[in-house]
């Protein structure tokens, strides 16, 4: 089946430690997200790549870094993690914008110790 | 200001009983709705769709939501709870040629035996 694989499913990190979350599709879409996910709250989005084209949201801190090496893989590196980065990272899919319907992974959970 | 409230952060409801959940939106251009569904340490998963047209729609499992642009509003119903309907739901908004999605806080929904 068609989906969006996210790995790992848990990650343990240090302190300051780099570390990167990855996510495969095989949908062939040309939108990728990363969002980030804190307990009870919204997913937040921190950015999207169209094609190759990077966005970034305003919000977002210079900490999280993204690479889109290809159309199936997009990566999330945290380069220094803290404490409050500790969440649940969503990657997600689109055709396109606006209207269309997002296919996400499972998620990767991030701790931070 | 852009944004989606989901007022009641918790709901209980027991099985067989009917489901309404609420969500209100801000959002300057038209809108495009969305429900989705998180079920515990997994993504979200889309429940149904609103962009144009008759402003009820259908989903999957069982779920209808009615858009009312008057009161800014798009709540989702279900005439009778089964103990898998047990997950967060999300609603969300966009428009047409934007990637940014926005999310409401959720609601958790559990269902009683």
């Known amino acids: 089946d068609a989906m969006v694989i996210q790995n790992p499913r848990y990650q343990v990190t240090q302190f300051g430690k780099p570390v990167t979350l990855s996510c495969s599709q095989t949908l062939n879409h040309n939108v990728m997200y990363w969002y980030q996910q804190k307990s009870s709250q919204a997913p937040k989005l921190l950015f999207h790549?169209?094609?190759?084209?990077?966005?970034n949201e305003a919000d977002t801190p210079d900490n999280f870094q993204s690479r889109r090496p290809n159309t199936s893989f997009c990566f999330l590196d945290i380069r220094s993690p803290g404490l409050g980065d500790a969440a649940m990272y969503l990657c997600?899919?689109?055709?396109?914008?606006?209207?269309?319907?997002?296919?996400f992974g499972s998620g990767t959970q991030l701790s931070v110790l | 200001a852009q944004s989606v409230t989901q007022p009641d952060i918790h709901i209980t409801v027991s099985e067989g009983a009917s489901l309404e959940l609420r969500c209100n939106y801000s959002?300057?251009?038209?809108?495009?709705l969305f429900w989705y569904v998180q079920s515990p340490g997994q993504g979200l998963q889309l429940l149904l769709k609103y962009f144009s047209g008759d402003t009820l729609v259908q989903g999957i499992k069982g779920f209808e939501a009615e858009f009312k642009r008057s009161q800014s509003s798009f709540n989702l119903r279900k005439p009778s709870v089964h103990w898998s309907d047990a997950a967060e739901y999300f609603c969300a908004v966009s428009t047409s040629g934007t990637y940014k999605y926005i999310f409401g806080t959720g609601t958790r929904l559990k269902v009683l035996a």
């Open positions: 997600a899919t689109s055709r396109d914008a606006g209207a269309e319907k997002l296919f």
């Open positions: 959002y300057g251009a038209t809108p495009y």
């Open positions: 790549y169209y094609d190759k084209d990077f966005n």
